[in-house]
């Protein structure tokens, strides 16, 4: 099991009232909350990361098990509109 972060960058209205993240990643493997606590995760991604660079650093090796056989599971979670959907890519709108 790999555990992935993607922090998404604030969405219109968070971004017109002012609204800052608390959340930042500190390299592709740390991430700072509230820049006192600081966590680790098997990958960390920016909100710069587009869906290839998701694709290709943490999918491509399990769709390719998938397709030799084995079961695989790729689990999305977070609050509503944390960008789940939007990482998963359920929307043709991306830059696929």
């Known amino acids: 099991m790999k555990v992935v972060v993607r922090i998404r960058p604030?969405?219109?209205?968070?971004?017109?009232?002012?609204?800052?993240?608390?959340?930042?990643?500190?390299?592709n493997y740390s991430i700072n909350v509230q820049k006192?606590?600081?966590?680790?995760?098997?990958?960390?991604f920016d909100h710069h990361a587009n869906q290839h660079v998701i694709f290709d650093t943490c999918v491509k090796s399990i769709l390719e098990k998938f397709l030799g056989g084995y079961n695989c599971t790729i689990f999305a979670y977070g609050h509503t509109n944390s960008g789940k959907s939007y990482t998963i890519g359920t929307s043709y709108d991306d830059e696929f």
């Open 10 to 27: 604030l969405n219109n209205n968070e971004d017109l009232d002012g609204y800052q993240s608390v959340v930042k990643a500190v390299d």
């Open 36 to 44: 006192d606590k600081m966590y680790r995760y098997d990958y960390v």
